[in-house]
């Protein structure tokens, strides 16, 4: 067993940190507060070749493996946060999915585009009734002709203002085995949007009506049966949410490890206070913790998929340690981290975030919990229970 990065992790590692900090350092603070996608970094993204890491070459990938991911990610999210979100839609989100049981004509459509950082893909599992038990999910595709139509809603889902495209869950028949997936853009017919709202965060999202969309059979990513494979490939965002999480505390924890060098009150530095260095040696021994978990969950899956007990840990983990921290960060640094003056605040908003989307923590103990015990626990009311 080795801890230590390889030789060519490393210099990875250094050429994303050295790309990232002379072109991406500069304008953080603004990036952050901006609403649209970031486009422009998308596009110098996929110019240094920081999308589509661990895809396939044939793909328009890079042909790396998933831990290539997780250093470019971690390694951009700590010089400038809101660009990790670019590396996120272009490697981690529905994007691998697509990758992964995508048709060559699908990824010709769609997938080429989003790898040049011209377009995202957002995925829609989420309904007004189906959150976490998102099997409940009643989008329907009835079969027309050769191809669907496609009704009902999703909610909560990112990019969907701006995404050409959507991967939506879908219900082809009863049951867990009667769920699958479409292509459906953003602007055929039949697709309506709503009001825009915010999440905390500072992201917009808009809930999505298909009002009998038409879906062509060339758009069918995974008929009935495709819920798990789904799930699997969704474990790799689940990497991605893990990762930032644990990036931006990594962020929060230098910007205070700074401020804590040069502050002073009582006209001593705050590092000199032994209340606020057992703030930090906590923080240390959660960010440590963390990477063992999270790098065990991408090594572990090399070039496929993460498996769901290691990512689930990884992600729970991370996504406390990462608010847990940002909040350290921001007490450490007083009236000035909770401003708009440095992006503890806006990391500490995104990491709440995480800890309910893409698995909220509770659920991921849950299965967790059934690794622990070898065995399934259904939260669905017991037949008799009439309430
Ligand atoms: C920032 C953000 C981005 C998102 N992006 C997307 C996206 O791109 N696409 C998409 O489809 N969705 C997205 N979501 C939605 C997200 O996946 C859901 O919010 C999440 O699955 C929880 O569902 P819910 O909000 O309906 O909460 P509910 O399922 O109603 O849960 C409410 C609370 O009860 C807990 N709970 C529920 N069931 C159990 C149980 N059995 N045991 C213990 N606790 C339980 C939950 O953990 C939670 O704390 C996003 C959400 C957020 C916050």
Known sequence: MDFRLSEEQQMFRDSVRGFAETHLAAGALARAHREEHPWDIAKLMAGQGLMGIAMEEEDGGQGGSLMDAVLAIEEVAQVCPRSADVIQAGNFGPV???????????????????????????????????????????????????????????????????????????????????????????????????????????????????????????????????????????????????????????????????????????????????????????????????????????????RGFPSAEETAIAKAFCNQTGFEICSEAMQVMGGMGYTEETLVEYCFRKCRGWMIAGGSIEILKNRIAESVFERTFSQRPSKTDKS
């Open 96 to 302: 691998r999915v697509l990758a992964e049981y995508g048709s060559r004509d699908q990824k010709n459509r769609y997938l080429s585009k989003i790898l040049r950082g011209e377009a995202v893909i957002c995925v829609g599992m989420t309904e007004p009734g189906a959150g976490s038990a998102v099997t409940d999910l009643i989008t329907s595709a009835t079969p027309d002709g050769d191809g669907y139509r496609i009704n009902g809603s999703k909610v909560f889902t990112t990019h969907a203002q701006y995404a050409d495209v959507m991967l939506v869950y879908v219900r082809f028949g009863p049951g867990v085995g009667g769920i699958g997936s479409v292509l459906v853009e953003r602007t055929a017919e039949g697709v309506k949007q709503g009001k825009r709202s915010k999440f905390m965060n500072g992201e917009e999202w808009v809930t999505t009506y298909f009002e009998n969309a038409y879906v062509p059979p060339e758009n069918v990513v995974l008929k009935h049966g495709g819920f798990k494979k789904q799930i699997a490939g969704f474990n790799v965002e689940r990497i991605g949410n893990t990762a930032r999480s644990l990036a931006f505390g990594r962020y929060a924890f230098e910007q205070a490890r700074q401020w804590a060098l040069t502050r002073k009150q009582f006209g001593r530095v705050l590092a000199e206070f032994q209340g606020l260095q057992w703030k930090f040696a906590d923080m240390k021994i959660k960010l440590d913790a963390g990477q063992l978990l999270l790098y065990r969950a991408a090594l572990n899956a090399d």
